[in-house]
Nanobody, 123 residues
Framework: QVPLVESGGGLVQAGGSLRLSCAAS????????MGWFRQAPGKERDFVAA????????HYADSVKGRFTISRGNAKNTVFLQMNSLKPEDTAVYYC????????????????WGQGTQVTVSS
């Protein structure tokens, strides 16, 4: 059973918006720090954004600052990524992850992953 399930991906024109959701499946993640990563074809998995469990602090990759916003639902078992002003270079599979290492940029420090959702931005 996949512990995290992403949704909300799709095809959008440059300048448009999408809102990704990540829901826990089979266990609770309310005490975990959550992150979003993305992976384009032939490239490594890159950090996008993270949110810390205990105080809600956030951290973003420079490439998405000012355009993307990470947040959690009231029950803290859902995480969202609001993506505005999308660019073709944002095209990738987006993954949600849960860990206990704070606002980490490193995929290896996250313990649980979803299967990803495809985001495609056309020019």
């Amino acid at each position: 059973q996949v512990p995290l399930v992403e949704s909300g991906g799709g095809l959008v024109q440059a300048g448009g918006s999408l809102r990704l959701s990540c829901a826990a499946s089979g266990r609770t993640f309310r005490n975990y720090d959550m992150g979003w990563f993305r992976q384009a074809p032939g490239k490594e998995r890159d950090f996008v954004a993270a949110i810390r469990s205990w105080d809600g602090s956030t951290h973003y990759a420079d490439s998405v600052k000012g355009r993307f916003t990470i947040s959690r639902g009231n029950a803290k078992n859902t995480v969202f990524l609001q993506m505005n002003s999308l660019k073709p270079e944002d095209t990738a599979v987006y993954y949600c992850a849960a860990g206990v290492h704070g606002l980490s940029d490193f995929p290896a420090e996250y313990n649980y992953w979803g299967q990803g959702t495809q985001v495609t931005v056309s020019s």
